[in-house]
């Protein structure tokens, strides 16, 4: 059974997908979350094993991927990247930014920062 844990705590807002794991391995079927912010958020997201999609973030983006494509379009202020295997794709993306990838591609298109 799917869990989703929402805990709030001042201005922070923790946001928990827990899945249980299958007696053969596995974690069983796909979860689409689509969690919608005010635009001027700032975003932290810790993923493993997901294909991640991220839009619209003024206030600041830091994002982990252990494996699973990652899209990053129209972040402002900064951008915190770290991607041990899968392809990413950034657009629109300005302000401070860096990006660690261990395995994969990354493209970016009107990148600056």
Known sequence: MRRFVFEVNGNDTLV???LPRRSGGGWGDATDLTVRLPRESSVEISVVSTDTRVENVEGGL??????GEVS???VRD???L?????EVEM?????R?????VSGDIEC???AG
Request: proline letters at 0%.
């Open 82 to 86: 770290s991607n041990v295997s899968g």
């Open 109 to 111: 298109y009107r990148c």
């Open 97 to 101: 930014t860096r990006a660690t990838l």
């Open 62 to 67: 830091e994002l982990g991927s252990v494996s």
């Open 16 to 18: 928990d997908v827990q």
């Open 72 to 74: 990053i379009r129209n």
């Open 91 to 95: 657009r629109d993306v300005s302000g």
């Open 78 to 80: 900064r951008l915190d």
